[in-house]
């Protein structure tokens, strides 16, 4: 069986839980859409992520790697197209805030993920879930996490299919931070198992 390495975010800023930890780790060791599934959860740490991430996919080596961040805020769950050569935003959770740094010296200005973005949007509606495609990452821990992973693929393995997806808040951070749209963990993790499905059927 093909496996796919599926990495969250661990809780950062004032978001006490992360939804993205708790699908990792609820989906971990799972079956999904031809795959096995191996969740790892990253630190919130733009000097220790990236590194991480290649240490996990050249310690799994797998068929296949989604990474999963929050974007609160967001409505719907979107697949992301591109990454950006730089880090910038917010504090994160060792006290670094970079400002316009790149994440490689050398490396290209973007990379547009391999993941296919839009047969999962169309998953996702068909399945009563809302979605779209998301155009931009930003420019924090999960741009820099996507970046990371489609650099690796296209120096060492070009078949590699790599992309980022960024869900909504859940009900429990709702709950905590009042006017932020949110999804049931149910809807949350049943989304992920679609894109994966969706993955599994290239």
């Known amino acids: 069986m093909k496996t796919l390495l599926l990495t969250g ?17 609820e989906l971990n060791g799972a079956e999904v859409g031809g795959y096995k599934i191996i ?10 992520s990236g ?16 990474s999963l961040g929050l974007a609160a805020g967001r409505y719907k769950m979107t697949p992301e197209r591109i990454a950006i050569n730089f880090k910038d935003g917010p504090v994160d ?4 805030q970079p400002v316009d740094e790149p994440i490689r ?41 996507m970046y990371e992973g489609l650099h690796y693929a296209s120096k060492h393995n070009p ?19 009042g006017r932020i749209p949110s999804w049931s963990h149910q809807d949350l993790a049943a989304g992920i198992r679609i894109c994966i499905e969706v993955l599994g059927e290239q």
């Open 105 to 145: 010296e050398a490396g290209e200005p973007a990379y547009l993920s391999t993941l296919p973005v839009r047969k999962m949007v169309d998953r996702l509606i068909e399945s009563g879930l809302p979605a779209e495609i998301s155009n931009t990452a930003g420019a924090y821990l999960c741009n820099n996490v």
């Open 51 to 66: 590194n991480q991430l290649l240490g996990f996919i050249e310690e799994t080596g797998p068929d296949a790697v989604i």
């Open 39 to 48: 969740g790892k959860v990253m630190p919130v740490d733009f000097h220790a």
């Open 159 to 177: 078949d590699l299919p790599s992309g980022f997806i960024h869900i909504p808040a859940s009900h429990e951070l709702a709950i905590q931070h």
């Open 93 to 96: 959770n060792e006290g670094h």
């Open 9 to 25: 975010f661990e809780p950062f800023l004032d978001f006490t839980v992360n939804p993205t930890m708790k699908i990792v780790e």
